[in-house]
């Protein structure tokens, strides 16, 4: 007997939606800061809670900056849901970060949870991210100024 498995638009663009958010995530933890800009589509922006958004050709050099400073960073992207409307997808999910310092700081991890609200679009056989907003919802230890 063969069984088969139908998925609907929702569940695929949520599947396409989490690799893409798990490639975020590997960029990030690994340092990978020109792997982690390429992932944004030209016109593409990163919307922290602090400051103006981060267009697609600052976001290498503006992520060395924020996250850097860390001697490691977890990131884990979870729950990830997505509503495709032809070449674009608007996709929610949620976050639990952990931020260790170097030793010699001397400072506790910086934890946080938030959110992010996505939208990926179709830029030719890949999906790239467009724009992505940071919401925080929780955060532990020592919070960096930024």
């Not at 919307?47 to 900056?65: C, H, N, S």
């Not at 860390?70 to 884990?76: G, L, V, Y």
Request: charged content about 20%; hydrophobic content about 40%.
């Amino acid at each position: 007997m063969t069984a088969s498995m139908s998925l609907s638009e929702a569940e695929i663009a949520s599947v396409i939606a989490g690799h893409r958010f798990s490639e975020f995530a590997h960029a990030l933890d690994s340092k990978d800061w020109q792997g982690y800009q390429s992932l944004y589509s030209a016109d593409g922006q990163l919307r922290l809670p602090w400051g103006d958004p981060v267009p697609r050709d600052r976001l290498a050099a503006e992520t060395e900056v924020n996250l850097g400073r860390f001697a490691c960073t977890h990131h884990m992207i979870t729950n990830v849901l997505a509503v495709q409307d032809g070449g674009r997808m608007t996709v929610t999910a949620n976050l639990h970060a952990a931020h260790i310092y170097p030793e010699e700081a001397g400072k506790a991890a910086w934890i946080a949870v938030a959110r992010y609200d996505a939208e990926i679009v179709r830029d030719g056989d890949t999906w790239l991210f467009r724009r992505v907003t940071l919401t925080p919802l929780w955060q532990q230890g020592d919070v960096p100024s930024h």
